[in-house]
């Protein structure tokens, strides 16, 4: 069941999650060439390691990414303060959800012209998704792949307010946007695919059967985003729908990470609900949606740096299981040389963009 379960996810939450960070970042409205061969740039230099990189770390520790990170650090005689980042992970998850649930909210009130406040849209949206995170995880990746279906369906039906395409010339600070849309939006970093498709990941004896199918379903989500935009009242609710079931998903696969990592259930909520309610405190958002964006690329980073310059050589090479040597050599070069340096300067373009 995980073997398409993973892909089916990576397409679903991946085009969801571009759906929540689009009205902050842009990338609806202005349809630039230039922009998405950055971002065609960054799935290739940036996103497709990273996924080698997380199904590499989930075959080597046999475990969620929260728990797996005690192991992983021992193994590599580092200091548990690289375990920082599982905990980074770990509560981003409720946080992004937070913010999902928030954007499209205030998106769905603007669009279908609902007399009620965003922050009320949103509480009960948020209630709903936590209600709804105790449901059997196919139940909700099925539901979740049943509303962006739907979304897409009545977004064509409904008309889509959709520019051209046209060329501009090439900015830095394109690059940030390029970069976020690449690895924060397609929810890298942060596990949800290793715990998804642990098991099969164990069965494969090359890491390339599972990575690349969560890539080019990711890739897919993208592209499809690129060709979508809501302007109707049905379709607008059909995404705030699909938007509380793709919550529901993270907030479980959040609380799955705790409970392994045998933090006590309450605290488990509380870790839930405070990520997930703080986005309910008025205009709040407009520090959080940067935030969000900056704290996703940071956990890529220390994930590369980590795997890249604290692991020994020979930890995941047999985890990759490459079919030739130089394959191996290159990603790792792009793990510890590329993917630091390109994150780098996306969070300088990207803060750039904010001044």
Known sequence: MSRWLSPL??????????AGLAPSLGIQIDRQIDFWILWLVSMLVLALPITYLE???????????LNALS???????ASQSWRIVGWLAVVFIPFLAGGILFNISQS????????????????GAAILAFALSFAPRPLLIGLTAVGVLLSLLLANVFGTALQPWHVTPVEFNEWGSASILALVATGLGLGLYWQTGLSHIQQQNEA?????????????????????AVSAQIPAYTLLF????????????????????????????????VALFIWAIPNISLVFNPLLMLWGLVICLIYSIFVGWMMKISHLRKAMNFSSEAFYNIWRIAV????????????????????
């Open 9 to 18: 996810m990576a397409f679903c939450l991946s085009f969801m999650i571009i």
């Open 208 to 228: 390339s059967k599972t990575a690349l199918p969560i890539w080019i379903a990711q890739l897919v989500a993208v592209v499809v985003f690129g060709f979508f």
């Open 55 to 65: 199904v590499a770390l989930a075959k080597r520790s046999k475990t969620t990414a």
């Open 108 to 123: 769905v009130t603007q669009i279908a012209q609902i007399p009620v406040a965003t922050n009320i849209l949103f509480a």
């Open 71 to 77: 192991g992983l650090t021992r193994d590599a005689d």
């Open 242 to 273: 699909t938007a509380i079931i793709s919550a529901a998903l993270l907030l479980q696969l959040a609380k799955e990470q705790l409970a392994q990592r045998q933090i006590a259930m309450l605290i488990q909520f509380v870790v839930l609900l």
């Open 336 to 355: 510890r040389i590329v993917i630091p340096l390109a994150i780098l300067l996306a969070i300088a373009a990207y803060i750039g963009q904010l001044m």
